[in-house]
């Protein structure tokens, strides 16, 4: 089981109003399973998303990924478990702009500590996947080549939110 939520829901309280961004859910992701998440706008696709991509946690219910109970680890826990398990292909790309394609690329693999020369195999590959290569050095947000900086790290998840209608095919 990679990821499985009970009755986990999200709650934000804005004012005095409480916003209901994900109602209770009760969700499970197998290894070797391909989830479509279908729905409105504002009916909690990214929110589950990013609960599954331990990004933010349940107000109520309880997560577990990777055999971890979520809401019983502390925000460090949360950000190593994030880089070694998950991949998150984000809906408006969070690149980090000031860095080239195979740069955002490599950075996660640089936070796991991979040697220098997997690294650049890896980015290489992943950029080839989404046929970025010549685009490698160019430091403009590209749709084509989101896809690619949740892939290098080889995880064993991978989000990706909104793929289909702010990426392109690749
Ligand atoms: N950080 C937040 N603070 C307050 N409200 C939020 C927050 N995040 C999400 N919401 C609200 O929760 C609801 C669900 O949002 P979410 O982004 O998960 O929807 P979505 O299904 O991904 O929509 P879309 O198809 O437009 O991407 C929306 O009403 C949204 O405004
Ligand atoms: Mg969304």
């Given at each position: 089981?990679?990821a499985e939520?009970?009755?986990?829901?999200?709650?934000?309280?804005v004012?005095?109003?409480?916003i209901?961004?994900?109602q209770p859910?009760?969700f499970?992701?197998?290894?070797?399973e391909?989830t479509?998440?279908i729905g409105p706008?504002?009916?909690g696709?990214?929110?589950?998303?990013?609960l599954?991509?331990?990004?933010?946690?349940?107000?109520?219910?309880d997560?577990?990924?990777?055999?971890?109970?979520?809401?019983?680890?502390?925000?460090?826990?949360?950000?190593r478990?994030r880089l070694?398990?998950?991949?998150?292909?984000?809906?408006?790309?969070?690149l980090?702009?000031?860095?080239?394609a195979?740069?955002n690329?490599a950075?996660?693999?640089k936070?796991?500590n991979?040697k220098?020369?997997?690294?650049?195999?890896?980015v290489k590959?992943?950029?080839?996947?989404v046929?970025?290569t010549?685009r490698?050095?160019?430091?403009?947000?590209?749709?084509?080549?989101?896809?690619a900086?949740?892939?290098a790290?080889?995880p064993?998840?991978i989000?990706s939110?909104?793929?289909?209608?702010?990426?392109?095919?690749?």
């Amino acid at each position: 089981m990679l990821a499985e939520l009970k009755k986990a829901g999200k709650e934000y309280k804005v004012g005095d109003q409480t916003i209901v961004a994900l109602q209770p859910t009760d969700f499970t992701m197998r290894e070797g399973e391909l989830t479509l998440i279908i729905g409105p706008s504002g009916s909690g696709k990214t929110t589950l998303l990013s609960l599954l991509g331990c990004v933010i946690y349940p107000s109520y219910g309880d997560l577990w990924v990777d055999g971890q109970h979520i809401n019983a680890l502390k925000e460090n826990q949360l950000a190593r478990l994030r880089l070694e398990t998950i991949g998150f292909v984000f809906q408006n790309f969070n690149l980090l702009m000031p860095l080239s394609a195979e740069e955002n690329v490599a950075m996660p693999l640089k936070l796991m500590n991979v040697k220098s020369a997997e690294i650049k195999r890896r980015v290489k590959e992943a950029l080839e996947v989404v046929d970025m290569t010549d685009r490698r050095k160019n430091m403009q947000q590209n749709s084509a080549g989101c896809p690619a900086g949740g892939t290098a790290q080889r995880p064993p998840s991978i989000s990706s939110d909104g793929a289909s209608s702010d990426c392109d095919r690749r």
